[in-house]
C-alpha cells in the first residue's frame, strides 16, 4: 500500500463520527466505546453533529431538538446496559455474541435516526434483552433476532394495539369460542388502545397480521379473540416485552 492510499484511509477514532457510520464497524470494542463515553463527549458528538451539514439535520431548529433526543436515548440506553450487566441479565461480552452484536448496532442506528418514536425503540430493547439473556441458547437469540426485525419495523400505533391485544390474552379477557363481528373487535380496541379510532385499528390490524403477530380474520370478516387474538409468535412478543 502506497503513502497516497494511506492517506485516504478512514479513521476511525471515536471523535465527532456519525454513531451510525460507526455501528457498520466489525469491531464490537470499538461499539462499546460509544455508551461507555461520558455525557459530556455523546455532547461533542452532537454538536459536530449540527455542524456537519448532513442533510437530515437541515433546519436549525427541529435539528437541535432531534439531537437532544438523541443524546438523552443514547444515555438512557446507556443506564438500561449498565443495570443489566450489573443485575447478570446480560453478560459483559454480551457485543461478542452474533445477534448480541447485530441487535446492539442496529438498535444504535434507530437512536441516531429515530429517537421519537419511544414506543419502536422500547419494543426494539426488549428484544435486544431477550437475545442477549445470560442464559439464552442459541436458537433463542436467532429467534429473539427475528422479533428484533419485526420490532423495527412496526409503528407506535400497531405496537400500542398489540399491547392492547396482549393484555386482553394475559388478563382473559377474551371470547374463546364465539367469532365476533370485525368492525365490533375493532370498536372494542380502539377503546382500549385509548384514541378511540377505528380506521387506525383497521390500519394497524393489517400490519400486525402480515407481521404474524396477529391471527387473520375469519369468514364474513369475522375475529377469534382466542388468546386475544394473538399467534404464538405474538405470545411470545409480549413476553418479551413484560421482560424488559
Given at each position: 500500500m502506497g503513502d497516497d492510499d494511506k492517506a485516504e484511509a478512514p479513521s476511525y477514532v471515536l471523535v465527532a463520527r456519525d454513531y451510525a457510520d460507526i455501528a457498520h464497524l466489525e469491531n464490537p470494542g470499538v461499539i462499546e466505546r460509544i455508551l461507555s463515553s461520558s455525557r459530556t463527549e455523546r455532547v461533542a458528538y452532537v454538536s459536530a453533529l449540527l455542524t456537519s451539514g448532513l442533510s437530515k439535520y437541515a433546519l436549525a431548529g427541529p435539528k437541535v431538538a432531534f439531537a437532544a433526543m438523541a443524546v438523552e436515548a443514547l444515555t438512557d440506553f446507556g443506564k438500561e446496559i449498565s443495570e443489566w450487566i450489573k443485575e447478570r441479565r446480560i453478560p459483559e461480552d454480551f457485543a461478542g455474541r452474533p445477534s448480541g452484536y447485530q441487535t446492539w448496532v442496529e438498535l444504535l442506528q434507530e437512536i441516531d435516526s429515530n429517537p421519537t418514536d419511544a414506543e419502536r425503540l422500547r419494543a426494539m430493547k426488549a428484544m435486544f434483552l431477550a437475545a442477549n439473556k445470560i442464559d439464552a441458547t442459541e436458537k433463542e437469540g436467532i429467534l429473539?433476532?427475528?422479533?428484533?426485525?419485526?420490532?423495527?419495523?412496526?409503528?407506535?400505533?400497531?405496537?400500542?394495539?398489540?399491547?392492547?391485544?396482549?393484555?386482553?390474552?394475559?388478563?382473559?379477557?377474551?371470547?374463546?369460542?364465539?367469532?365476533?363481528?370485525?368492525?365490533?373487535?375493532?370498536?372494542?380496541?380502539?377503546?382500549?388502545?385509548?384514541?378511540?379510532?377505528?380506521?387506525?385499528?383497521?390500519?394497524?390490524?393489517?400490519?400486525?397480521?402480515?407481521?404474524?403477530?396477529?391471527?387473520?380474520?375469519?369468514?364474513?370478516?369475522?375475529?377469534?379473540?382466542?388468546?386475544?387474538?394473538?399467534?404464538?409468535?405474538?405470545?411470545?412478543?409480549?413476553?418479551?416485552?413484560?421482560?424488559?
Amino acid at each position: 500500500m502506497g503513502d497516497d492510499d494511506k492517506a485516504e484511509a478512514p479513521s476511525y477514532v471515536l471523535v465527532a463520527r456519525d454513531y451510525a457510520d460507526i455501528a457498520h464497524l466489525e469491531n464490537p470494542g470499538v461499539i462499546e466505546r460509544i455508551l461507555s463515553s461520558s455525557r459530556t463527549e455523546r455532547v461533542a458528538y452532537v454538536s459536530a453533529l449540527l455542524t456537519s451539514g448532513l442533510s437530515k439535520y437541515a433546519l436549525a431548529g427541529p435539528k437541535v431538538a432531534f439531537a437532544a433526543m438523541a443524546v438523552e436515548a443514547l444515555t438512557d440506553f446507556g443506564k438500561e446496559i449498565s443495570e443489566w450487566i450489573k443485575e447478570r441479565r446480560i453478560p459483559e461480552d454480551f457485543a461478542g455474541r452474533p445477534s448480541g452484536y447485530q441487535t446492539w448496532v442496529e438498535l444504535l442506528q434507530e437512536i441516531d435516526s429515530n429517537p421519537t418514536d419511544a414506543e419502536r425503540l422500547r419494543a426494539m430493547k426488549a428484544m435486544f434483552l431477550a437475545a442477549n439473556k445470560i442464559d439464552a441458547t442459541e436458537k433463542e437469540g436467532i429467534l429473539s433476532y427475528q422479533l428484533f426485525q419485526i420490532a423495527k419495523s412496526l409503528k407506535s400505533g400497531q405496537l400500542l394495539l398489540l399491547k392492547a391485544c396482549y393484555e386482553a390474552f394475559r388478563t382473559g379477557n377474551f371470547q374463546r369460542n364465539e367469532p365476533l363481528l370485525g368492525n365490533l373487535w375493532q370498536s372494542k380496541m380502539a377503546n382500549n388502545v385509548g384514541h378511540g379510532l377505528i380506521a387506525l385499528v383497521e390500519q394497524d390490524e393489517k400490519i400486525l397480521v402480515e407481521c404474524g403477530l396477529l391471527s387473520p380474520r375469519i369468514y364474513n370478516g369475522g375475529v377469534m379473540e382466542t388468546n386475544g387474538r394473538l399467534t404464538d409468535l405474538g405470545i411470545k412478543f409480549g413476553q418479551n416485552l413484560g421482560d424488559l
